[in-house]
């Protein structure tokens, strides 16, 4: 129950109740940020009320469902334009690195590694090559992650001309 001799808190409170019985309402929380967000909906101190939490939560699930949909567009036109989605992994790990603790926790602890092992390859799907190399593989992207001592020259057919990059017909 919010405190009943804090106007604030009973305002809160009572804008969080009016929200959850009509979602389509703009939810109170709107314009907090991710911190706010996730402090409010986490929150096991009973400073919050269920509805306060769950209002909380439902705002950062629509911001990551916007955030999503946007970065999956821009990783579909990256793609369809170079064949690549280091960009698309960029953003990924930016988004990683600006959630709160909270959230990160949420990941395999090797998720932004992972990521930053993709930023550094830079593989482009066309060719199957990686590290911006011009021409073409004969392999798939697990070919050339053999290990030490791999001749990676036996997987690349080299083009003829002086371009490097075939483009996709």
């Known amino acids: 129950m919010p405190e009943p ?18 979602l389509g309402e703009k939810n109170p929380f709107t314009g907090l940020s991710r911190e706010q967000l996730s402090t409010i909906a986490n929150d096991e101190s009973g400073s919050f009320t269920t509805n306060e939490k769950y209002a909380a ?3 950062a699930y629509d911001e990551e469902q916007k955030w999503r949909s946007e970065v999956v567009a821009k990783a579909m036109q990256e793609y369809e334009d170079t064949g690549k989605l280091t960009n698309f992994f960029k953003s990924a790990l930016s988004h990683f690195n600006e959630l709160p603790i909270q959230e990160q926790s949420l ?9 930053e092992e993709k ?25 050339l992650n053999k290990g030490p001592g ?7 057919s080299f ?5 490097g990059y075939m483009p996709r017909s």
């Open 107 to 115: 990941y395999s602890e090797e998720y932004a590694k992972d990521l």
């Open 5 to 22: 001799s804090n106007p604030e808190s009973s305002a809160s409170a009572k804008a969080a109740n009016d929200y959850v019985n009509n």
């Open 150 to 156: 791999f001749e990676i020259s036996k997987l690349i």
């Open 159 to 163: 083009p003829s001309n002086s371009l």
């Open 119 to 143: 930023i550094d390859l830079d593989f482009n799907y066309f060719t199957h090559m990686g590290h911006g190399l011009p021409g073409q593989a004969n392999e798939s992207l697990a070919s």
């Open 57 to 59: 939560y439902r705002q």
